[in-house]
């Protein structure tokens, strides 16, 4: 049962990880950059949680920050709760105003990225992700048994919940407080945060989509900051976007950090 219990809570926080830092933070805002590998060692975890084509995720979410709360939201709560948490990813391919070419150019020069997006076939490239991920927890089974592989299993499920939950639950206003006005439904869930590693403060993401720290008092913990940070330190990243105000201070660390939001 210990084995169990500790090897969940790893992996909960690796592929968690995988999903705050590689998906969001790095891929879809470019908060952070660093080089390939370092980019790829947080991707990893969060192709392994089940979250899918990594440019697939990047287009849809820069398109949920572009079309916030509108119609043309791909997931927004005020058009229907099954929609916005699963029903929007059952299609087979892009809505008409959303494509990689428009939201995500960026990330079409990478081979990986492209061959993990199956051609914008949604299907084809969800049936690619879900044997890679049946692969490596089969791998799991080989190596270490099926305590490991079935902690991993659950621990990647429960961590594909975390974008989809926050996606309705962190745009119902009355669900959560907002620190700065808006005409979109954003707002802060301490519980999401807790549970999404730091991403629950969702207002001051809306407000600052392109910082790499979401957490503006000392009370909104923000774990993933925490890693990111901590890499800073260590020089391991090129670039750290941090939205001004009180955050500016921390952004000093290191002479190449720079200070900007989008
Ligand atoms: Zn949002
Ligand atoms: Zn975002």
């Not at 059952?90 to 990986?112: S, V």
């Not at 993990?116 to 791998?139: C, T």
């Not at 954003?186 to 989509?209: D, F, I, K, Q, T």
């Amino acid at each position: 049962m210990l084995l169990f219990l500790g090897a969940f809570a790893l992996f909960y926080i690796w592929h968690g990880l995988g999903v705050t830092i590689g998906y969001h933070r790095l891929l879809s805002h470019r908060s952070i950059e660093c080089r390939k590998a370092l980019e790829y060692f947080f991707v990893l975890p969060g192709y392994l949680s089940f979250e899918g084509s990594p440019i697939w995720w990047a287009t849809i979410h820069r398109a949920h920050h572009r079309h916030v709360d509108t119609n043309l939201d791909p997931h927004s709560p005020r058009y229907g709760l099954k929609n916005a948490y699963a029903g929007w990813f059952t299609k087979k391919t892009y809505p008409a105003h959303i494509n990689p070419e428009e939201q995500a150019p960026d990330m079409l020069k990478d081979k990986l990225y492209l061959f993990l997006e199956q051609g914008g076939d949604w299907r084809k490239a969800h049936v690619l992700s879900y044997a890679v991920n049946i692969g490596f927890r089969l791998i799991l089974l080989y190596y270490f048994g099926w305590t490991v592989a079935l902690a991993s299993y659950l621990a990647a499920v429960l961590v594909l919940q975390i974008p989809l939950m926050l996606n309705v639950v962190c745009h119902i206003p009355k669900l959560g407080y907002k620190r700065f006005h808006s005409a979109d439904d954003s707002v802060n869930v301490w519980w999401v945060a807790v549970l999404a590693l730091g991403e629950g403060w969702h207002n001051n993401h809306h407000r600052y989509p392109g910082s790499a720290k979401t957490g503006i008092s000392f009370w909104e913990f923000d774990l993933s900051w925490l890693v990111i940070s901590a890499l800073n330190r260590l020089g391991l990243l090129d670039r750290v976007n941090i939205a001004p105000g009180k955050q500016v201070r921390l952004a000093n660390w290191k002479k190449k950090t720079m200070v900007q939001s989008r």
